[in-house]
C-alpha cells in the first residue's frame, strides 16, 4: 500500500494584542500553494478569557504552548510569527525541531537593543503605566492605530481593532524592558537555533523597526539567515496592502531552502549496464 505524502505545515504566531484572525488573509497564499496552515491563539488571548491567568502569563507560557502545538503536528512546521509572535517563535525553535523559521517584524530577544528614538519612547511610555506587568494591558486604540494599524485605512483598522484582546503586561515587559527581567525570559541564543531563518521588516515600522529587525538577524551565523525590508510598509506586514508581496516572498525563499509543502522524494539507485545510477522515486 502507498503510503501519502505528508503535507509540510505552516504554524503562525500571532503578536500582541490579537489573535490567529489576524493572519486570516495572510495564509491564503500559503494554502493555495499547497501548504496546510495553522494559526492558534497564544494562551488565553481568546474572546472572554480568564484576565488573572493571562496577567501571569508570561513569554515562556507562550513560547510552551506553541511547542506543544507543534509536536502535536504530523511534521516539523515552518514556524512564521509576526512582532511578538517572531520572538515566540525563536523562542519554541530552541526546543522544538522546524523546517524553517520566519520572523515578520519581530520583537528583538534579549540583549539587543533599541535603534531608534521610536522604540525608546515606546519604553518610555510604558512606564508611565506604573507596575503593567503585575496586570493585563488593555489594546489602546489611538496607539494600534499611530504605530501598527498606521497604513490601513480608517475603516479596515476599526475592524481590525475591533477584534483586538487585552495582552500580559508581565509578557510584553519581559520583551520590550527586557533588561529589567532578571529571569531573561526572552533569551533566545542563536546557537540554539538549527532552522533556517528568514528576517522581514517594514521600512516606516515605529515598532520594530528595521533597523533593529536586521540587527536581530544579523546574529545567526554564515548563510542560516536572510533579511528583506520592505521599504513603504509598516508594522502590520501580514494586512497591509503590500501583505500578498510579503506572503510571495516568503513563498520564494521557502522554495528556494527547498521547503516544500510535500517532502521531496529521494532518488533510488537503480542497476544499468553503466553500472548503479539514479532513478525517480515510486
Not at 12 to 40: L, S
Not at 61 to 79: K, N, S
Not at 164 to 174: D, K, L, N, Q, T
Request: charged letters at 20%; proline letters at 9%.
Amino acid at each position: 500500500m502507498k503510503r501519502s505524502a505528508i503535507v509540510t505545515p505552516v504554524v503562525f504566531v500571532h503578536g500582541a494584542f490579537c489573535g490567529g484572525w489576524a493572519f486570516d488573509g495572510f495564509r491564503e497564499p500559503f494554502e493555495a500553494a499547497g501548504f496546510e496552515t495553522h494559526a492558534p491563539n497564544l494562551p488565553h488571548h481568546e474572546r472572554g478569557a480568564d484576565l488573572e491567568r493571562l496577567a501571569n502569563a508570561g513569554l515562556k507560557d507562550y513560547a510552551h504552548a506553541i511547542g506543544r502545538y507543534i509536536r502535536g503536528l504530523r511534521a516539523p512546521p515552518v514556524l512564521a510569527g509576526h512582532s511578538l509572535g517572531g520572538l515566540v517563535a525563536q523562542l519554541a525553535a530552541m526546543h522544538t525541531p522546524v523546517a524553517g523559521l520566519v520572523l515578520l517584524a519581530p520583537s528583538a530577544p534579549w540583549g539587543v537593543p533599541p535603534t531608534t528614538l521610536d522604540e525608546h519612547g515606546n519604553h518610555f511610555g510604558l512606564s508611565l503605566l506604573g507596575d503593567y506587568w503585575r496586570r493585563p494591558i488593555p489594546p489602546d486604540y489611538r496607539v494600534a492605530r499611530a504605530t501598527t494599524l498606521d497604513r490601513l485605512t480608517r475603516e479596515d483598522a476599526r475592524r481590525a481593532f475591533a477584534r483586538f484582546v487585552p495582552e500580559s503586561g508581565r509578557a510584553i515587559r519581559e520583551a520590550v524592558q527586557w533588561w529589567l527581567d532578571h529571569s531573561m525570559a526572552s533569551q533566545a541564543p542563536v546557537y540554539r537555533i538549527s532552522a533556517p531563518v528568514l528576517g522581514l521588516a517594514g521600512g516606516k515600522d515605529r515598532v520594530n523597526p528595521s533597523s533593529t529587525v536586521r540587527r536581530v538577524i544579523g546574529r545567526f551565523p554564515g548563510d542560516q539567515a536572510h533579511f528583506h525590508e520592505f521599504p513603504e510598509m509598516s508594522h502590520w506586514l501580514i494586512g497591509e496592502p503590500e501583505a500578498a508581496d510579503v506572503a510571495k516572498l516568503v513563498l520564494q525563499w521557502l522554495e528556494a531552502r527547498g521547503v516544500g509543502p510535500k517532502p521531496v522524494k529521494p532518488k533510488r539507485k537503480q542497476l544499468s549496464l553503466f553500472g548503479w545510477g539514479e532513478g525517480a522515486g515510486a
